[in-house]
Nanobody, 114 residues
Framework: VQLQASGGGLVQPGGSLRLSCTAS????????MGWYRQAPGKQRELVAL???????NYRDSVKGRFTISRDSAKNSVDLQMNGLKPEDTAVYYC?????????WGQGTQVTVSS
């Protein structure tokens, strides 16, 4: 399984970015897909998760600002990020879980700075 993350970049505080994670097989074959992030010197943390039943879960610091969704046409899981803050700066990784196996994408850098 290959996961390809894209959409990162440099944005000013308050701006928006949309990350996309495309998979080499149907996204509906995974029980969970999610986005994690890792800032320099910090542990990787869960940002948002979506299940096969389209239930979503977010870390508290991004609730109301970030939205995770699945796009069947693109076979992708997207993360819409609004109201970005400098503390959102990190490398964002896509993750997928199926039959107890976890898969990671290569990461995409998000930098929030004026």
């Amino acid at each position: 399984v290959q996961l390809q993350a894209s959409g990162g970049g440099l944005v000013q505080p308050g701006g928006s970015l949309r990350l996309s994670c495309t998979a080499s097989r149907s996204i509906f074959s995974f029980s969970h897909m999610g986005w994690y992030r890792q800032a320099p010197g910090k542990q990787r943390e869960l940002v948002a998760l979506i299940t096969g039943g389209d239930k979503t879960n977010y870390r508290d610091s991004v609730k109301g600002r970030f939205t995770i969704s699945r796009d069947s046409a693109k076979n992708s899981v997207d993360l819409q990020m609004n109201g970005l803050k400098p503390e959102d700066t990190a490398v964002y990784y896509c993750n997928a879980l199926a039959s107890g196996n976890g898969y990671w994408g290569q990461g995409t850098q998000v930098t929030v700075s004026s």
